[in-house]
T-cell receptor
Framework: DSGVTQTPKHLITATGQRVTLRCSPR?????VYWYQQSLDQGLQFLIH???????AKGNILERFSAQQFPDLHSELNLSSLELGDSALYFC???????????????FGPGTRLTVL | SQKIEQNSEALNIQEGKTATLTCNYTNYSPAYLQWYRQDPGRGPVFLLLIRENEKEKRKERLKVTFDTTLKQSLFHITASQPADSATYLC??????????FGAGTTVTVRA
């Protein structure tokens, strides 16, 4: 158990809908990262938040947004969902902001999103 | 364009043998490289980190090498066990705050 929690575990929804994925980092970790993993794309970095502020963006679609709250939990919002958004979405946390090369990322169990 | 390639999609080996996985990259100059293990339907788990100025690092039965001239890292699992069966991912820092992952190599260890 990494100490990172994600809810829900599974989500099934229809095209055009909007969903929110939730992540609670390990106790004391200030950074939260979101990743998307699909069969054809592998693990893709989406976005990184550090202590409430956006730190870096990857290949995140404009239909997707995220935020980190004062209690450090994070939410990833996916809107106007398409079939191709079906994937595993992972959240990871680390103690700092990736400035140290020893800043290991701890991954949560993931949310499996299925868009029908 | 930047690319990370891991040798093959699948590696089948006999228990007790050494598994060797390759991670090659182009158009990157990473300060460090990480290896993760991922079991089906679960999140990746960090295994080892090696810095650009380190040639080799070991942890129990795992060994990683890093050759910045060849732009390659090798990941070895010695005395392999069926419990080592998983997908192994290499990841490079592409700037201070981003990790880029390879597609992974799935290892199956036969008893």
């Amino acid at each position: 158990d990494s100490g990172v929690t994600q809810t829900p575990k599974h989500l099934i929804t229809a095209t055009g809908q909007r969903v929110t994925l939730r992540c609670s980092p390990r106790s004391g970790d200030l950074s939260v990262y979101w990743y998307q993993q699909s069969l054809d794309q592998g693990l893709q970095f989406l976005i990184h938040y550090y202590n409430g502020e956006e730190r870096a963006k990857g290949n995140i679609l404009e239909r997707f947004s995220a935020q980190q709250f004062p209690d450090l939990h994070s939410e990833l919002n996916l809107s106007s969902l398409e079939l191709g958004d079906s994937a595993l979405y992972f959240c990871a946390s680390s103690a700092e902001g990736g400035l140290a090369d020893t800043d290991t990322q701890y991954f949560g169990p993931g949310t499996r999103l299925t868009v029908l | 364009s930047q690319k990370i390639e891991q040798n093959s999609e699948a590696l089948n080996i006999q228990e007790g043998k050494t598994a060797t996985l390759t991670c090659n990259y182009t158009n990157y100059s990473p300060a460090y490289l990480q290896w993760y293990r991922q079991d089906p339907g679960r999140g990746p788990v960090f295994l080892l980190l090696i810095r650009e100025n380190e040639k080799e690092k070991r942890k129990e039965r795992l060994k990683v090498t890093f050759d910045t001239t060849l732009k390659q890292s090798l990941f070895h699992i010695t005395a392999s066990q069926p419990a080592d069966s998983a997908t192994y991912l290499c990841a490079l820092d592409i700037d201070d705050y981003k990790l880029s992952f390879g597609a992974g190599t799935t290892v199956t260890v036969r008893a």
